[in-house]
C-alpha cells in the first residue's frame, strides 16, 4: 500500500473509532488506561529489546547524545509512563460537563456540553515516552489519535503500540482509537496534516522548524508552541528578597525549559542596587549575563547585547538583561520580543500589577512568582500535552479540557419560535 | 500602491491599534458604539446617496432582484443598524472577566482572565448592514477589524467607514481599531488571509463556495460556518403535539435560514399515525415533501427522495422525510449526512433525550424545541457574528465571548518552583 493511501486508512479507521470513543464511559476510558499501564509492566523486556534495536540503529547513524538520551527507554522512564497513565485515570472525565444551563424568555434552557474534538493527530520526535502521553490524554479525553513519532524511535513505537492494541482490545474499547503510524516515511506527515476529512485537530510537539512548516502546510487546526522567550520584569517597587529568588529561579531551575526566563527586565531605578547582588549569584551559578549599555554600565563585565539577543530562546545558562525606565517600556519590550508564553512582574505595586497583568499579551502572566510555574501539573490541570502559544482554541497549558469543545445544549417543553 | 502593499498597511495599522484597544476602557468603548449610532443617524442623506450609487451600478452590471434587495440600504435598515450599536453597547464587556481563581499547593493562585484576540478580518457580501454588526461587535470585545465587504457595497461601505473613523476620533480611540478595505480588487481578499503576522482571525460570512475558498488558501486561523443541514427527529415516544408544532416550525418559520430544518426523521413506530396529519399541514404551507420508499408507503403522493436529498440544505419549501427503525438509525443518519448544525428530537423519554443530547455531533442539540432557536440573541448571547459549525476555538452561535480569547493569571507571593 502506498503512504497516501495507507494514511488515509488510518484516518477513516480513527474516525469510525471516534465515535465509539464520544460514547465510551468513564470507566471503560479508565479501565484500558490502567489496562495500558499493566501491559507495558508485562512487557519490559520486549520494550527494552526493541528500545536496544532503535538505540543500535541511531548510535550507528551517529545521533548525538542528547538525542539517543531522549531516545532511551530506561526502566525509570518506563515506571514513569506507567505512573503517568495511572495519574490521567485519576483526572476527573473531562467528557459530557454540562455548564451554564439557564431559562430563556421564551421558555427553552440553554447551556454547554463538553465533548471530544474527534481525531487528534500528534506529531513529535524520538521520544517514546511521548507516545504514551500522549496517547492516555487523548483516550481520557474521548478522542481517538494518530501518532506519528521520530522515526529514530520506530521499533520503540511498534512495541508500545502493541501494548496499547492488546490493552484496547481487552477494554473492548476500538482498537483504532490510538494508532501509531507504522511507516518512517515522511509523506506520512504531509499526508496526516492535510485530512480535514479525518483529522480534526494537529498537535506538533518539537522543534520551531518542525512546527513552522506543520502550521505552515496544515489544512486543519494546528495546536502550537513555537517557543518561550519569557520575562521577569523586577519593578522599581520590587521586593528585593522575592525579586532575587524569582530571577534566580526563573532562570536557573531548569536551562532548558519552554518557561525559562531569557531575558531579565530591570527598572532603571532600582538597577544599581539590585544588579551588583543578582550578577554575582548568576556567576555563581556559570550564568553568562548579555547587557544593554545601561546595564553593562552598572556591571562592567557583562557581554554587550545585541538586538539578537532579545529575540533569543537559549535554552541554555545565558541571559539577556535591559534596564528599562518604567513598566511601559518593560511591557513594549515583552509583547515585541516575546513569544506570548510566560512573563512576571515583581512589584508591590497595586496598580502597576494590575496594568502589567492586563496589557501583557501573553499566555500566562505573572505577578511575584517564577515563570517556572507555567506548566499543566502547577496549574492543577492534571498533565498537558503541550504549551499553546496561539490564541484561538487553547492557550498556555493544554490539558484534557484543552482537547475537547463544547456543543450547545437545548431543553426544551414544545417550544416553538414566535 | 499595490493591493499587496496597501493590505500590508492595513494589517500594520490594525495591530498597532489592537494594542492600544485591549486596553480600552469599557466606557471608552460604548462611547464609540453610541457615537457612532448618532453618525449614522446624522448621515442618512450622504449615506442613502452612496447607496444609491451602489444599487445604479448594480442594476445597470444585471444584479438578481435578490442581491439588490440585501444591497439597498433601506430607513428601516439603517434604523436597524442603530439600534444594533446600541444594543451592542448594552451588552456586558466580556473583556477582563476573571474566572476559575484557585489556589495551588505551592502557594500560588491561578485562573484566567478573557482578553481580545486582536485582529479579525471580516470577509462578507453586499450586505452593508453588515458592515456596522461586524465593527460593532469587534470593537465591543476590544478587537481591531479589518472588514471586506462585497464589491457591489463599495460605495455604501466607505460612507459608513467615514461614520465610523469620524466617531473614533471624537471619543479618542485610535482610527484604525476599525479599517474598511477601500479597494474592491480580489487579491486584498488573498492578501487579507494570508497575513498571520497581523491578523489572527478571519471570519468569513458568505456562501459556502467563498467559505471553502478561504478556508482552503488562508494561514490564519478561520472562523466558519458552511452550511445548516439540520434535523428533527420523531421518536416513537413524542408528545404527538410537541412534535407537530415542532417540525413546522422548524421548517416553515423561515426558509433561508441556516437553522431550518432540511431533513425529517421519524421513528417507524409512530409514522403511520403522524406523517399524514404533517403532510397535510405542509401541503397547506406550500411545503414539497420528497420521501425515503417507507415514507411513500405512508404519504404516498411525496416525490421521491435520492441520496443527494440527505445532503442538500434547500433554503426553500422543500423537505426531505426519512423512516427510521430506531433512534440509533436517526444518529447515524444525523452524524453521517448533517452539517453539525443543530438537530433536535422530540421525544418524552428521559433515557433517550439524554443519548441524543450525548451523541449527537453539532454544534446545538436540542430536545422538544424548534431547530430555529439556534441563534445568538434567542441564546441570550445579545448578537452573533455567526454561527460556527467548526469544534476549534467557537462552536455554534458566536457572540462576543467567541472574539475573545482566555489568557492564565498568576498571582503569588514571591514563589519559586522548589
Redesign the interface.
Given at each position: 500500500m502506498n503512504v497516501a493511501d495507507y494514511m488515509q486508512t488510518l484516518g477513516q479507521q480513527a474516525r469510525a473509532a471516534s465515535?465509539a470513543m464520544?460514547?465510551a464511559s468513564t470507566n471503560d476510558k479508565n479501565r484500558a488506561l490502567l489496562a495500558i499501564a499493566d501491559e507495558i509492566s508485562n512487557s519490559r523486556d520486549t520494550l527494552r529489546a526493541a528500545n536496544a534495536e532503535d538505540m543500535a540503529r541511531g548510535a550507528e547513524n551517529g545521533l548525538d547524545a542528547a538525542l539517543l538520551d531522549r531516545l532511551e527507554l530506561t526502566d525509570a522512564r518506563i515506571d514513569t509512563m506507567i505512573e503517568g497513565l495511572q495519574q490521567v485515570a485519576a483526572l476527573p472525565d473531562p467528557v459530557?460537563e454540562i455548564t451554564d444551563m439557564?431559562y430563556?424568555p421564551?421558555g427553552?434552557q440553554?447551556g454547554k456540553?463538553r465533548?471530544p474534538?474527534?481525531v487528534i493527530g500528534i506529531i513529535y520526535e524520538s521520544r517514546p515516552n511521548v507516545t504514551i502521553e500522549a496517547a492516555s490524554l487523548c483516550l481520557k479525553s474521548g478522542n481517538a489519535a494518530i501518532l506519528r513519532g521520530g522515526s529514530e524511535a520506530i521499533a520503540s513505537n511498534k512495541a508500545l503500540a502493541e501494548c496499547i492494541t492488546t490493552a484496547l482490545k481487552a477494554v473492548g474499547l476500538p482498537e483504532a482509537c490510538v494508532q501509531v503510524v507504522e511507516t518512517t516515511d515522511r509523506e506520512a506527515v504531509g499526508q496526516l496534516i492535510t485530512m480535514p476529512e479525518y483529522v480534526?485537530?494537529i498537535v506538533p510537539r518539537g522543534g520551531k522548524g518542525l512546527i513552522e512548516r506543520i502550521s505552515?502546510d496544515a489544512?486543519v487546526?494546528v495546536i502550537k508552541h513555537l517557543d518561550g522567550i519569557c520575562h521577569v520584569y523586577i519593578d522599581r517597587e520590587a521586593?528585593r528578597?522575592?525579586a532575587i529568588?524569582?530571577a534566580?529561579?526563573?532562570k536557573t531551575?531548569r536551562y532548558g525549559t519552554c518557561n525559562t526566563m531569557e531575558t531579565l527586565l530591570v527598572h532603571a531605578g532600582i538597577a544599581g542596587t539590585i544588579l551588583p547582588e543578582l550578577a554575582d549569584a548568576y556567576e555563581q551559578l556559570g550564568v553568562e549575563l548579555r547587557g544593554c549599555d545601561k546595564a553593562r554600565d552598572i556591571v562592567s563585565d557583562m557581554v554587550a547585547a545585541t538586538e539578537a539577543d532579545w529575540h533569543e530562546e537559549y535554552l541554555a545558562p545565558i541571559l539577556a538583561v535591559k534596564i528599562v525606565e518604567d513598566m511601559d517600556e518593560a511591557i513594549d519590550h515583552i509583547?515585541t520580543y516575546g513569544s506570548h508564553h510566560t512573563d512576571?512582574i515583581i512589584s508591590e505595586n497595586y496598580t502597576l500589577a494590575r496594568q502589567f497583568?492586563?496589557?501583557v499579551?501573553?499566555?500566562?502572566?505573572?505577578?511575584?512568582?517564577?515563570t517556572?510555574?507555567?506548566d499543566g501539573f502547577?496549574?492543577?490541570l492534571g498533565a498537558e500535552i503541550g504549551i499553546s502559544t496561539?490564541?484561538?482554541?487553547a492557550?498556555?497549558?493544554v490539558g484534557l479540557d484543552g482537547l475537547t469543545?463544547?456543543?450547545?445544549?437545548?431543553?426544551?417543553?414544545?417550544?416553538?419560535?414566535k
Open positions: 465515535r464520544a460514547r459530557g439557564k430563556r421564551s427553552i440553554i456540553m465533548v474534538l474527534g480534526d485537530v505552515r489544512r487546526a521586593d528578597s522575592k529568588n524569582i534566580i529561579n526563573s531551575h509583547n512576571s497583568l492586563t496589557e499579551d501573553s499566555s500566562s502572566v505573572m505577578v511575584n512568582a517564577s517556572r510555574f507555567a502547577e496549574y492543577g496561539d490564541k484561538i482554541h492557550r498556555g497549558p469543545s463544547q456543543k450547545y445544549v437545548v431543553l426544551g417543553n414544545g417550544e416553538v419560535r
